[in-house]
């Protein structure tokens, strides 16, 4: 019998045989920024694009924190300019599109950021929601609402000066994607925690990433209608010193109903395949402190194969935050090698996490697929973010059969690397139940954001693809049985970048 994360990511799956188109509905197409009317707000501080930071934070890590300070306003409007905002405008024949420093599945945009914020100079202790269209937070709330409702105790030593709340409004996806559109929740939720989280290293501060918080609280404590909208990650900015109270309020101030209700279309309705999903990962199965799943390449493994990851950096050609601000999905790959310094930047990118409780390799394997890398030859590969090595798994051509798995986006056959992320749905469910599923996904969004940045930076295009034939993907990649292809990026030379 399939758990409930098995029964919906293959419900969800796409299948060549049963593909069939739908209408979009653009009587009810989405709006994609939450505007709530009515509530005091206070106008964010402009900021110089300037985080201080160099090229080191691309792979990862951390910059020498500030001994002393204290984040200031400007650092938080730096981390939500920097971890969500806009970063640039296109005018199409059906209108002005605005896109974001992080990437999204149909440009659809689920993802809503909250703000609490706990003694922060010129901004009064409350929770706001952050109106990236205006630069604005609004206020929700009166108070500290830094330790998320029924976070683990480990949080009381973090003393959050700011916890970000990251939420999905589920139709956004939903009004393209259908059933299908829980893992891009997750994924893009996942693209925006490493932003958040990236940012946060850049100014000197120390970030704390949970996916364990109580769904019931939490959302109440956002004031959002947890059938449309839902929080499913926290990123929190950790303190220097003790916080001078701590305490969660015992009751929470009357939110206005309009707040409750905010839509983002006329007609939202959620699938019941998603709404099972969430629902059954919303129970809280076991913190996710132990265990890490098997890596998919372990039947692979063998330490005569193996080959060694140098560290040889690619000359960057941009800052980290030219890079946040100019990285977007490029598809017009060229077919031009791929030096081993930048597959080093890339890869080493995706092992500097700390091995902390949400340490995505704990819940995702890697696997590299290379066409035009200098220094491998092409074919599949493990990659253990650990030891920095790669596992050879087979030889040959492996960008033409993914481009066709990847629902014929041809485009693909030109990238010169394919960086894959998969999990075992069933020892994701032994693990953790459901909630497995969130921190699967999750963590395949923030491995991709660190691909996507890190490509950047060093000249070259990136792209997620979370569009594939989900079970031909594990047969030509021969994956071991239960194993799941979530998420895939492409990455390579592109014209115009030459
Ligand atoms: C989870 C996810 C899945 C995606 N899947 C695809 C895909 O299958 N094909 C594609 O061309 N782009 C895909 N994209 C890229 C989005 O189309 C792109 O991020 C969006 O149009 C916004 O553009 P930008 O990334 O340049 O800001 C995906 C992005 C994400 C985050």
């Known amino acids: 019998m399939k758990n409930s994360v098995q029964s919906y990511h293959w419900a969800t799956a796409y299948d060549p045989l049963e593909m069939k188109g739908h209408r979009l509905d653009w009587a009810n197409q989405p709006t994609v920024y939450k505007h709530i009317e009515g509530l005091p707000s206070v106008m964010l501080p402009d900021v110089m694009p300037s985080v201080g930071a160099n090229g080191s934070t691309i792979a990862g890590q951390v910059p ?57 100079d ?25 330790l998320p409702p029924g976070s683990p105790d480990f949080w009381m030593a973090i003393h959050p000066v700011t916890t970000f709340y990251v939420t999905a409004m589920f139709y956004r996806s939903v009004w ?5 559109a829980y893992r891009y929740h997750l994924l893009d939720s996942g693209h925006l925690v490493e932003s958040l989280v990236l940012v946060i290293r ?108 140098r560290a040889l950096e690619d000359p960057l050609r941009l800052s980290w935050e030219q890079a946040v601000l100019s990285r977007r999905s490029s598809r017009n790959f060229v077919p031009k090698p ?56 087979r030889k040959g051509d492996m960008m033409e059969p993914m481009a066709d798995i990847a629902l014929q986006q041809r485009w693909l056959s030109l990238a010169g690397l394919e960086i894959t992320f998969v999990a075992s749905l069933q020892e994701l469910h032994a693990m953790w139940g459901a909630r497995g599923y969130r921190y699967a996904m999750l963590s395949a969004g923030r491995l991709a ?33 239960q194993c799941a292809l979530l998420y895939f990026v492409g990455v390579g030379p592109t014209r115009g970048r030459e």
């Open 449 to 481: 954001h660190r691909v996507y940045i890190a490509a950047t930076a060093i000249g070259l295009g990136c792209c997620g693809i979370g569009a594939f034939f989900d079970g031909h993907a594990a047969s030509f990649l021969q994956l071991p049985p």
């Open 338 to 393: 791929i030096s081993e310094g930048a597959l080093s930047d890339i890869l080493r990118s995706l092992a500097s996490f700390p091995e902390d409780r949400c340490w995505p390799h704990r819940f995702v394997s890697c696997g590299v697929l290379s066409a035009a890398c200098e220094s491998i030859e092409n074919g599949h590969y493990g990659f253990d973010p650990e030891e920095l090595s790669l596992i050879p798994i």
């Open 202 to 309: 850049a100014l000197g501060f120390q970030a704390e990433v949970s996916y364990d918080f109580d769904d019931e609280q939490t959302n109440a404590l956002l004031s959002v209608d947890s059938s449309r909208e839902a929080c499913l990650a926290i990123v929190a900015v950790k303190g220097r010193s003790p916080r001078v109270s701590m305490d969660r309020p015992a009751q929470w101030d009357p939110i206005p109903e309009a707040v409750r209700a905010c839509r983002v279309s006329a007609k939202e309705d959620i699938p019941e395949t998603i709404r099972f999903i969430h629902a059954a990962s919303s129970q809280r199965h076991r913190p996710q402190n132990e265990g890490r799943l098997q890596p998919f390449w372990d039947i692979f493994d063998t330490v005569e194969r193996r080959i060694p990851v």
């Open 122 to 146: 010129g901004l009064s202790d409350g929770l706001y929601h952050y109106e990236m269209s205006s630069g604005r937070l609004v206020r929700l709330r009166d108070g500290v609402h830094t």
């Open 64 to 120: 020498d924190d500030r001994p002393t300070a204290e984040p200031s306003l400007g650092d938080l409007a730096r981390m939500l300019r920097f971890g969500y905002g806009i970063t640039a405008k296109r005018s199409y024949p059906t209108g002005v599109y605005e896109y974001r420093s992080v990437p999204s599945a149909g440009a659809l945009y689920p993802c809503e950021l909250y703000a609490a914020c706990h003694g922060l």
């Open 176 to 180: 393209k994607y259908r059933d299908r």
